[in-house]
């Protein structure tokens, strides 16, 4: 089955606590990338990949890293996750970058206190 | 500025009525437009594109959506409501990189 996944699904952390939100397609695609998603804000773009090694900044990527080592994982990194950084993570991938359909995966909802 | 808006936060139909959820956008040229639906608990899920062509774009689930050059509108349509449309439903355009609209709560009551 053609799928996005995420793992983990939740996690409840502490200021600083260096964490990773793990991402994988099985679908070869090529494009990768992270959401934020926050009430009232709709989707916010985090990083994105547009293939192996080739990572670029989004709209929001202060205190987040990713890293495209393989074409199906695309790792996202809070090193020293602080509270503003609670939100329901998002990855997606497409076939070959933003005009094209984005699978998305089921979303990581993290809480950092 | 942001590129895409849906300026209703709700929406609420009853079962077996037109529904439909409004999308404006702020980008020059030709943009790719999409429509997502996220139900609860899950991940979004596409619905349609529009690229270029015919204005009236036909997707999943019934759902068609209308674009609008002159209007820079983009609006989400269904002729007769489900309850299981209810869900929280986005806009997106593609400029130079995606981004999407807030995102409007649709509830379909029986």
């Known amino acids: 089955e053609a799928q996005v996944t995420q793992n983990p699904r939740y996690l409840i952390t502490v200021t600083g606590k260096k964490l990773t939100v793990t991402c994988s397609q099985n679908?070869?695609?090529?494009?990768m990338s992270w959401y934020r998603q926050d009430p009232g804000l709709g989707l916010r773009q985090i990083y994105y990949s547009m293939n192996v090694e080739v990572t670029d900044k989004g709209d929001v990527p202060e205190g987040y890293k990713v890293s495209r080592k393989e074409k199906r994982n695309f790792p996202l990194i809070l090193e020293s996750p602080s509270p503003n950084q609670t939100s329901l993570y998002f990855c997606?991938?497409?076939?070959?970058?933003?005009?094209?359909?984005?699978?998305f995966g089921p979303g990581t909802r993290l809480t950092v206190t | 500025a942001q590129s895409v808006a849906q300026p209703e936060d709700q929406v609420n139909v009853a079962e077996g009525n037109p529904l439909t959820v409004k999308c404006t956008y702020s980008v020059s040229g030709n943009p790719y437009l999409f429509w997502y639906v996220q139900y609860p608990n899950r991940g979004l899920q596409f619905l349609l594109k529009?690229?270029?062509?015919?204005?009236l774009v036909k997707g999943s689930y019934g759902f068609e959506a209308e674009f609008n050059k002159s209007q820079t509108s983009f609006h989400l349509k269904k002729p007769s409501a489900l309850v299981s449309d209810s869900a929280l439903y986005f806009c997106?355009?593609?400029?130079?990189?995606?981004?999407f609209g807030a995102g409007t709560t649709v509830t379909v009551r029986a």
């Open positions: 679908m070869n695609h090529e494009y």
């Open positions: 997106a355009v593609n400029d130079y990189k995606l981004s």
């Open positions: 997606a991938s497409s076939f070959q970058g933003a005009d094209y359909e984005q699978y």
């Open positions: 529009y690229i270029t062509g015919d204005n």
